[in-house]
C-alpha cells in the first residue's frame, strides 16, 4: 500500500478546511453586525489557518505512523501559531488615553477562540466544532446584557452603561 492510500481523503480535507473557515466567518458576522473591525474574512482567516495546520499534521501522521514525532511538530507550531493570532487580536485593541478605557477586547478575544475552533476542525472534532461556536454566539449575544444587569445589581450602573457602550 502507497503511503499516500492512507492519507486523509482530499474531499475530507476540504471539509474540514471548510467548516473551520465558515466557524470563523459565523463568529465574524456577529462582529461584522456590531461594526467591529475584525470580521467575517480575517476571522474565516483564523480559523482556516488553525485547521490547515491541525489537517497537514494529522494527515503526516497517518502517513507516516509516528505519533510522537507529529506530537513534536504540533509543539513546534503551536507558539508561532499563537504569536500570530496574538498578534492580529492586538490590532483590534485600541486604547483611549483620554477616558482611560480599552476598547477592542472582546473582538480580539473572539480572534483567539476561533483560532482553537479551527483546530478541532482539522481534527474532524465536529461535537467539539458546534459546542465552541454554540457557546461563542451565546456568550456575544448575551454577554453585555448580563454585564449591565450584574453591574445594576452591584451598584455601579451608571459607570455599567458607559463601560459596555465602549467595550466591544
Do not use: Y
Not at 21 to 45: E, F, H, I, Q, Y
Amino acid at each position: 500500500m502507497d503511503a499516500m492510500d492512507s492519507a486523509i481523503d482530499p474531499l475530507d480535507i476540504f471539509a474540514r478546511l471548510c467548516a473551520a473557515t465558515l466557524a470563523g466567518m459565523v463568529l465574524g458576522l456577529d462582529r461584522d453586525l456590531r461594526g467591529k473591525p475584525t470580521g467575517m474574512r480575517t476571522l474565516g482567516l483564523v480559523g482556516l489557518g488553525a485547521a490547515l495546520v491541525s489537517v497537514a499534521t494529522v494527515n503526516l501522521d497517518i502517513i507516516h505512523g509516528d505519533a510522537e514525532a507529529m506530537s513534536r511538530v504540533i509543539q513546534g507550531i503551536i507558539p508561532g501559531v499563537l504569536t500570530g493570532i496574538g498578534f492580529v487580536g492586538a490590532g483590534a485593541v485600541l486604547r483611549n488615553h483620554k477616558a482611560g478605557e480599552v476598547e477592542g477586547l472582546t473582538t480580539a478575544a473572539t480572534v483567539w477562540v476561533t483560532a482553537t475552533l479551527g483546530i478541532p476542525c482539522g481534527l474532524s472534532q465536529w461535537p467539539i466544532v458546534l459546542m465552541g461556536i454554540g457557546l461563542t454566539l451565546t456568550l456575544l449575544a448575551l454577554g453585555r446584557p448580563l454585564e449591565r444587569l450584574v453591574s445594576r445589581v452591584s451598584g455601579r450602573k451608571e459607570r455599567a452603561n458607559e463601560a459596555t457602550q465602549q467595550q466591544d
